[in-house]
């Protein structure tokens, strides 16, 4: 809203601006058109905000108001419990435990990924032969719904009978005798393994469009001074390459602490608990188990634990680069 | 051209208004419009022959009571539970439905939402017999089971003779004896779908069954309390069996019935020699079998072992099934029709057409399958048939108890920490 609407001081403080604001007063807007104007607005808004209302802002608010209640799916939620199911949820090991697998799964990510993917954003970014099919490759996985990569991966994890275990076993070592996913300890790394498969080409994909944007005179000046290709890419690439590396890392972040799709397919967050993320928690919770309380608490958990470390991130990290833009 | 974009606004708002209604209002299904009384039943049988079978018996109910329309829908299982759910969400329930009975059933009961029909069909409830117990709720009986089967071990009859097992195991120490006749021949022993959590539970609920009397089965379950030393002693046997080693390599990631290397898989390629299921395993490993005939005629069935010093019957079943409820607000007819489908007709019909395992004596010698006829008569005999444990104690109890039998295969939770975490899962139900 500009000053249009508020009324005119009747002592006029500056000789021009009261010229102004008489020749305003002589043809003043009509009042129909603005009031058209907001009709228009409001028609156009109102079904992009009823449909925001019913499939967001209503579910949130009920799971919400679910949490504060023991509820089991059906008839009257009456029974208020206050925060108990926050304490149950936090309480739970089985919980807890979760928290901890979806922040290994993001330092993992980072500690792995983000090397792994930069090494081959450069790589691929050299004139090589076979370039685009190369590039093509390291980003099929990621195009892949992620259900069918987990059932693909499932059946090549397959103790005994998979193709892992076979190949394996014709290099003349012994796979694990309850098979990668069967092993506790072994079956959060192989998960771990597969999500990188899967999204090591968004990494690729996001730090070679950076790379796009290094220009080229940069590389060549860092030539002509004598700089090899290692240290043109470490003191040109890299620092550029900076706002696009912390972008992926949020995305990345985000994207581990919903984790949930892939875990469900190979493990549904077995064995023994040992895979269990905070989404897979809460639909065993919800959906199985029909404690719809105790579900809802898990998931305003996960959503402020989500919440609170994208506002962490923006503030501390991203910041940066829009101060920079500026 | 002010006016005709306020009617236009105007008009745009009804009609949001009128979208929101047409969501919220759907039709209540047993309206009585003209003189006739429809009824809704919803049910899994979605195929031939069963889907057909299901509709003729609609007719004939119609044919002989005049004014009653019966609206069948037929869907895949996980659809109709789905669907279920929703439906008792919203509460607009189908007339007739299926129930599982339980803990789920005393929620609904509970609720308001299912018709108590202890005395309008209290001739097929004596007819019935024992197994109606799982659907009574404070000793009325809210639900009819049409189909009810028992856990036991299905086996390739092919496989055991190759091992030299003549006589299928009926003692812990035979059992013992078999795993390791089976291991020297090669053959890998038994499947489990651990990672599906309920197989390996069902192993937990017969060790159960065999340590625990019947009274005191009964009242744990009923009363919510496993302070019995029996139920650690059963967790003590199911570590007893995994001793043996005798599941699948990698039977904690393994799943219950999906494609080939799942543990029903493993049993209908020959892989395995044995596995514990349900009565519905035939009809699984057929589904997993390029053949569709899954083991053919070489599917065995032996009843759970009898476990050594255990207070519990050795001819105790664990078992569970289907049974056709009525809703609250249904017409008296719809309950009639329940009635009408348990009559020896139907119900032989339902034998014959091997859509599951009649709960109607009269039906019992139509079941043609020999396993299953075989399975069938240790059902019969049985003293009592105990609904699977997680039925019985409702999903959010059954859910910990099942987590934690998983542990317990997995090596992590001893057989106290089993009892320890149904107990602090009931106590919260409490």
Known sequence: ?326 | MRSKTRSAALAAICAGVLTLAACGGDDDSSDESGGETTITWWHNSNNEPGKGYYEQVAKDFEADHEGVKIEIQAMAHEDMVDKLAAAFQSGDIPDVYMERGGGELADHVEAGMVKDISDSASEEIDKIGGSVAGWQVDGQTYALPFSLGVVGFWYNTDLFEQAGITEPPTTLAEFNDAVDKLKDAGIEPVSVGAGDGWPAAHYWYYTALRQCSQDTLTTALTDMDFSDPCFVKAGETVEEILDMDPFNKGFLATKAQEGATSASGLLATGKVAMEMQGHWEPGVMQGLTDDGKGLGDKTGWFPFPAVDGGAGDPAAALGGGDAWAVSEEAPDEAVEFVKYLLSDDVQTGFAENDMGLPTNAAASGSVKDPALAGLLEFRDQAPFVQLYFDTALGESVGGALNSEIALLFAGEASPQDVVDAVQEAADEEK
Not at chain 1, 87 to 96: A, G, I, P, W
Request: with cysteine; glycine share 8%; net charge neutral.
């Open chain 1, 1 to 326: 809203m500009t000053d249009e609407g508020i009324a005119v001081p009747a002592v006029p403080v500056h000789a021009d601006l009261a010229t102004r604001r008489t020749m305003r007063r002589v043809a003043p807007r009509p009042v129909g058109p603005r009031w058209r104007l907001r009709l228009e607005v409001a028609l156009f808004v109102t079904p992009a905000l009823a449909l925001m209302a019913v499939f967001v802002a209503w579910p949130v608010v009920s799971a919400v108001r679910m949490s504060f209640y023991r509820w089991k799916g059906f008839g009257p939620m009456d029974d208020f419990v206050g925060w108990r199911n926050y304490q149950r949820v936090l309480s739970d090991e089985v919980f807890t435990d979760a928290v901890m697998h979806n922040f290994m799964i993001v330092i993992a990510s980072v500690i792995v990924q983000l090397p792994l993917g930069l090494l081959l954003a450069m790589l691929l970014n050299r004139r090589i032969v076979g370039q685009g099919l190369l590039r093509t490759i390291v980003f099929v996985p990621y195009v892949v719904a992620e259900v069918i990569a987990g059932v693909v991966w499932f059946q090549l994890l397959q103790p005994q009978y998979g193709v892992i275990d076979h190949l394996i076993e014709m290099v003349g070592l012994t796979p694990p005798e309850q098979g990668f996913l069967g092993t506790p300890d072994l079956a959060l790394p192989t998960v771990f393994v597969v999500l990188t498969w899967k999204y090591l080409g968004l990494a690729v994909l996001l730090f070679l469009a950076g790379l796009q944007s290094v220009p080229d005179e940069l590389f060549e000046a860092a030539q002509l001074d004598g700089a090899g290709w290692w240290q043109a890419q470490r003191r040109i690439a890299l620092p550029l390459l900076g706002p696009t590396i912390r972008t992926w890392l949020f995305l990345s972040m985000i994207g581990s602490i919903q984790c949930f799709d892939m875990v469900w397919v190979l493990t549904q967050g077995g064995p023994a608990n040992a895979t269990t993320t905070m989404a897979t928690y809460l639909i065993s919770e919800g959906t199985q188990r029909h404690n719809y309380g105790i579900a809802g608490a898990a998931s305003v958990l996960l959503f402020v634990i989500g919440f609170v470390l994208a506002l962490v991130y923006q503030v501390f990290v991203l910041r940066r680069d829009r101060e920079v833009l500026r």
